[in-house]
């Protein structure tokens, strides 16, 4: 079975009575009640002329959204029993004109573009999946790219280029690597922050609790000096960030925001 889903003025279809957690989720999002902020971020980053890449696209409530209004959008998801689901719900949308602007990958992105480990605290598909998660039983190793390769393989001729990474906690090894691509003023991003994933990553890694914050001071400063302060940084709700007063926050072992918004 399927329902459908109303976001703005946008709608797409999902199976249901399959995944009981996938069922109240989406009712929430028909409701409103999900992430109004970013659906409101994507309308002002994507048209026609955009190319849209989602990573971390879940069971599709941002790339089924999003490629009715980029020109294309190209959706990466590592954990398989999510992008079963996703698979399923694109297939429910396969007649639909702008189903033919969407494209996914059972890949991740990550610096290298070699393969890595992710895992899950369950059977998997719940959004959490991570590799910061590497204790955990169910786990899996996948395919990755690099975001700059990405950006090349598929821009053509898109004037703008909109990146979503909500990624938990893989955001950390991404963004130092793409310090140029967050630069370019023709590139806009939407970034999600795990701080408190990388903690526990960190700390259950490390021998001390003095080590652990050492390492989770020197990474997301990593993070903090590879963003382009210069074209100006909000977090989702429109709040601008100064660089001295996140630096001050980073140094006590804080998170400085949950969402960011570039461009």
Known sequence: MSINISINDLGFAVESEK?????????????????????????????????????GAWIGPTVLYTAQRAGLCVGFEPDPVAYETLM??????????????LKVLNE??????????????????????????????TAW?????KLQDVIKAYR????????KIDVEGGEYDILP????????????????????????????????????HEKLVATVSRVVDALPWERGIRTIEGELLE??????????????AMDIVIG
């Open 156 to 163: 053509a001729s898109f004037k703008k280029v909109f990146v």
């Open 108 to 137: 991740a992105i990550h610096s290298s573009g070699k393969p890595i480990q992710i895992a899950a605290a369950g059977i998997g598909g719940d959004s959490m999946t991570s590799a910061l998660n590497v204790e955990h039983a």
């Open 88 to 101: 399923n719900n694109i297939q429910l949308n396969a007649s639909a004109m702008w189903a033919k602007k």
């Open 19 to 55: 995944v009981g957690q996938h069922d109240r989720f989406w009712s929430k999002v028909n409701r409103g009640a999900w992430e109004v902020d970013t659906y409101r971020v994507i309308d002002a980053h994507t048209d026609t002329q955009t190319l849209a890449i989602d990573c």
């Open 177 to 212: 690597g793409i310090k140029d691509v967050m630069a370019d003023t023709r590139n806009s991003f939407l970034i999600s922050f795990h701080h408190r994933r990388l903690k526990l990553a960190l700390e259950h890694d490390c021998a001390t609790k003095e080590e652990a």
């Open 243 to 256: 660089r001295a007063a996140v630096e001050q926050i980073v140094a006590k072992g804080k998170g400085f």
């Open 141 to 145: 190793t996948v395919k990755t790219r």
